[in-house]
């Protein structure tokens, strides 16, 4: 049993749509689980129709939905033949179930009706794809996943009940491999004992595949992406960036959590709990041996760099210069939490504290007011922040040239850098 992932990049045209059947018959005759985002930009569209349900401009939340109406009906079309019109008729349900709610007038929060809305994405580009496959003959079936996947009420970020969804796992998703080798299922969506669709938070669609192979026991889990694999650096920074062949799962969580857009800690938890490994490969290009994420220690990496622009310095001081012992550095963790902000960097001293944080205005403000009233408070913007795992000097020294150092924290794996353009450049 394997379980496979495509992004919506993997979706996006019609052609990388034709790709798809060539890579599945790569494995024909194994048993594999494939989870499907929405379609290329179709969650950025969903948000706008829910921006304007919420602001009650319904006539422009449904002239928006109809957009994403007509490019996946287009899509269809130009995909399929014999399966169009019954295909059709499943695509015309799912647009019903967002319809109806659009006729509505807001009476809870927004983040309930950006759920109802933006699931649609993946049930939409699932219900095509899946059409497709039996199109070009490789029978699957196409599961809803909200059958399957029971969560709590924090829409946005909602938290999947294990053993409910274990129990589902064991009831409905086995029973169909004794029938089908593929079956077919949506990223990123659930839903509450009430039946309300709910959203699982970010790089959501991951971490749906990183469960379902934790709960089928699979043998891998494989993230098709449009790149070659993990690189030791952001590719779109710097051209120069290496292809990585291999990580363990520590690394992974370790370069997410300095801010590298690699796989997001939640989904590899999954995965590391039962030794599952983790495989990142080009869907463009299948035959490239990609990058393996496993238990193993990996040795001789080479420095792995993330560069965070639009930083911000707080600087927090004791306003009777008394020092910043426990109490005041909890209060301070209290308004992280309840503000939901996660620090960069932080650096203590007898009687400050520095804060380093995304340059977010909404966040920002409301963390310096709540703070201000604990400690006298001062914002340095126009930052940028440097992290290098595994670094040299060498690196470190390019990377710095020509600029301010505001702040460094330094470990013998890793060097992180706040710093700025210098006045002298």
């Known amino acids: ?41 179709a969650t950025n569209a969903l948000e706008k129709v829910a921006d304007a349900f919420y602001d009650n401009r319904k006539e422009d939340a449904l002239q928006l939905f109809n957009v994403v109406k007509q490019n996946h009906i287009t899509t269809a079309k130009y995909l399929l033949v014999r399966n169009y019109n019954e295909t059709e008729k499943d695509l015309s349900a799912i647009f019903t179930e967002a319809e109806w709610l659009l006729h509505d007038k807001p009476v809870r929060n927004y983040d309930y009706y950006y759920d109802q809305i933006v699931c649609v994405g993946e049930l939409l580009s699932t219900t095509i794809l899946s059409a497709y496959l039996n199109e070009v003959k490789i029978a699957n079936k196409w599961v809803d996943v909200r059958d399957i996947f029971r969560t709590d009420d924090n829409f946005r970020d909602a938290s999947i009940d294990w053993n409910y969804t274990e129990k589902k796992v064991n009831e409905i998703i086995y029973p169909l491999f004794t029938e089908f080798d ?109 990058t393996v994420i496993h238990q193993k220690g990996i040795k001789h990496l080479p420095p792995i760099i993330v560069l965070k622009q639009n930083q911000a310095l707080m600087h927090l001081q004791s306003k009777d210069f008394s020092f910043v012992g426990e109490k005041l550095t909890a209060q301070l963790y209290n308004l992280f939490s309840e503000i939901k902000i996660k620090p960069n960097l932080i650096q203590s001293g007898a009687i400050n504290l520095q804060v380093c944080i995304d340059d977010r205005p909404d966040k920002l403000d409301k963390l310096a007011a709540a703070a201000s009233e604990i400690f006298d408070v001062q914002i340095e913007k126009g930052l940028t922040l440097l992290t290098i795992r595994h670094y040299d000097e060498s690196t470190l020294t390019r990377l710095t040239e020509g600029k301010a150092i505001v702040l460094k924290q330094q470990s013998p794996e890793t060097v992180q850098v706040l710093m700025k353009e210098s006045l002298n450049h």
């Open 1 to 41: 049993m394997k379980v496979f992932k495509f992004g919506g990049a993997s979706a996006s045209t019609i052609e990388r749509i034709k790709h798809l059947p060539g890579i599945i018959k790569l494995f024909s005759g194994e048993k594999i689980l494939i989870v499907i985002s929405a379609m290329g930009k």
């Open 182 to 290: 593929i079956v077919v299922t949506q990223g990123f969506i659930g839903s509450t004992d009430e039946n309300e669709s709910t959203t699982l938070g970010r790089e959501g669609s991951d971490y749906s595949a990183a469960v379902f192979a934790n709960m089928l026991n699979a043998e891998s889990e494989t993230i098709w992406k449009d790149v070659e694999g993990v690189m030791n650096a952001d590719p779109k920074q710097f051209p120069d960036a290496q292809f990585i062949s291999e990580l363990n799962y520590n690394e992974v969580i370790e370069m997410a959590y300095y801010g590298a857009q690699v796989i997001h800690p939640k989904t590899i938890k999954p995965l590391q709990n039962k030794g599952i490994p983790l495989f990142v490969k080009c869907f463009l290009d299948a035959a490239l041996p990609g």
